[in-house]
C-alpha cells in the first residue's frame, strides 16, 4: 500500500520528464544558457565537401581548417590549412596581413561603434536561436525510445509537422517541409544530435543554403569543460546549392575541435 501511495504521489513528476513536447521545450530553455556560454571559447573549425559522381563515387574531396577566436569582443575567422596541410608561406603572409589589419581597425573604433559591432554579432547568433521558439507550434512530437549516445543515454525523439501550421517567419520558413529526429541527454535535457530531413526543396541559412528533397542535416554535440554543450560534427547529405550559386551532390562536413576557453585577460586556457 505504501508503495502504491508513493507511486500515486511521483506520478505527476515523472510523466512530464516523458511527454516529449516537455523535453524539447527544456532542451530548447538550456540552449539559451549554452549560447551565452559558447561566446567564450574560441575553436578550429574544418570544412570539408565532397562532391559525387551520379552513381555515388567519389568525385572530387576539398577541405579548408579555420581558427575561430574572439577579436575585440566578436569572432574572427582565420584560414590555417587547405586539405589538411599548410598554408603556402604566400597565402601565410595574406592571412596574417588580413589578421593584423583586421586588428587595428578593430582597436580605431570608437567606443559606440565596437559596441554597435559586438550588438550586430550578438544579435545573428540570437537570430540562429529564433526558430528553436517556434518548434512546439510547429511540429508533432512522439517519444520514440532511447539510444546510448555520447557516453550517456537520450531521449530519441520524433517530429513531423502540424497540418495547417504556417510560419511565422524566413528562418522558420522550411518547417512544414521537414521531419525532425532528436537525441536530447536524460541526465540534462542538453541537444546531443539532431537530425532533419527535408520532404521537399528547402532554404535557411538566409537563404545561402539550398537542399533538395531527401537531402539531410545532421549535427551532433559534445559536452566542453563539463560546463556547455557545444558543435561536434555537423553533416550535410543530399543535393545542394551553396550560396545560390554553386551546385554539388554529395556531404559538406563540418567538425570542430581544440575548444578552448577565452578570458577577459586575453589568454586561452586548453580543454
Not at 508513493?6 to 527544456?26: F, K, Y
Not at 565537401?49 to 567519389?58: A, M, P, Q, Y
Not at 533538395?212 to 551532433?220: N, Y
Amino acid at each position: 500500500m505504501r508503495r502504491l501511495l508513493l507511486l500515486t504521489l511521483l506520478l505527476p513528476v515523472v510523466l512530464p520528464a516523458q511527454d516529449p513536447l516537455e523535453i524539447v521545450r527544456r532542451a530548447t530553455e538550456l540552449d539559451r544558457r549554452n549560447t551565452e556560454i559558447s561566446r567564450n571559447y574560441t575553436f578550429l573549425q574544418r570544412q570539408e565537401e565532397r562532391d559525387l559522381e551520379s552513381n555515388g563515387k567519389l568525385k572530387k574531396t576539398e577541405s579548408e581548417t579555420f581558427d575561430v577566436t574572439l577579436l575585440e569582443g566578436s569572432p574572427y575567422r582565420r584560414l590555417v590549412a587547405r586539405n589538411d596541410q599548410p598554408l603556402s608561406p604566400k597565402d601565410q603572409r595574406k592571412e596574417e596581413e588580413k589578421l593584423q589589419k583586421s586588428i587595428e581597425d578593430r582597436r580605431r573604433e570608437t567606443p559606440e561603434q565596437r559596441e554597435r559591432r559586438v550588438a550586430d554579432w550578438d544579435h545573428k547568433r540570437q537570430k540562429q536561436r529564433e526558430p528553436l521558439k517556434e518548434l512546439p507550434e510547429a511540429f508533432n512530437f512522439k517519444l520514440a525510445g532511447e539510444e546510448a549516445l555520447n557516453g550517456g543515454v537520450a531521449y530519441v525523439i520524433e517530429g513531423t509537422p502540424k497540418p495547417g501550421y504556417r510560419p511565422k517567419s524566413a528562418s522558420t520558413a522550411f518547417f512544414p517541409k521537414v521531419k525532425l529526429r532528436f537525441w536530447i541527454a536524460k541526465e540534462d535535457y542538453q541537444w546531443v544530435r539532431v537530425d532533419l530531413e527535408s520532404l521537399d526543396t528547402i532554404s535557411f541559412g538566409g537563404f545561402l543554403i539550398r537542399l533538395a528533397k531527401g537531402s539531410h542535416l545532421s549535427i551532433e554535440n559534445a559536452r566542453i569543460n563539463n560546463e556547455v554543450w557545444l558543435p561536434k560534427r555537423a553533416e550535410i547529405h543530399g543535393s545542394v546549392r551553396l550560396a545560390l550559386v554553386k551546385v554539388m551532390r554529395g556531404e559538406i562536413i563540418f567538425t570542430f575541435s581544440d575548444y578552448k576557453k577565452f578570458q577577459a585577460e586575453s589568454h586561452v586556457i586548453a580543454q
